[in-house]
């Protein structure tokens, strides 16, 4: 099940691995993405940390962590195809793999329907 911040990421976890990206809403907010970078599998970071940018022809975002963990894959597709982004937001178009120390780090995080919710309080 994914989980959402309110920062727009999402995150799905698979045993002790989190899978990271930005949400549909993100994507739609930034337009038409061009560049992704990314940090090196090994990072560590911590919740909140700035792990990547994402250059769009509106503007440049930070994407954060939503919780601890050290990165062990990013999704080498961004490189020569950053659009994977606006065409797949939520599934082929994740950022990160995340190993976490503590599954129960999430479960601060919304579901899609209090996430909806937090959308209509923001538009």
Avoid: C
Wanted: proline share 2%; glycine share 8%; net charge negative.
């Amino acid at each position: 099940m994914k989980r959402f911040t309110k920062d727009h990421e999402w995150v799905e976890l698979d045993g002790d691995i989190l899978t990271v990206g930005i949400t549909e809403h993100a994507q739609e907010a930034l337009g038409d993405i061009t560049f992704v970078e990314l940090p090196e599998a090994g990072r560590t970071l911590a919740a909140g940390d700035s792990f990547a940018v994402v250059e769009s022809v509106k503007a440049a975002s930070d994407v954060y962590a939503p919780v601890a963990g050290e990165v062990t894959d990013v999704n080498a597709a961004l490189d020569d195809k950053p659009e994977l982004v606006n065409d797949a937001a939520e599934t082929d178009g994740w950022f990160i793999k995340l190993k976490i120390a503590d599954a129960g780090a999430i479960d601060g995080l919304m579901d899609r329907a209090a996430y909806d919710a937090y959308l209509k309080t923001i538009e």
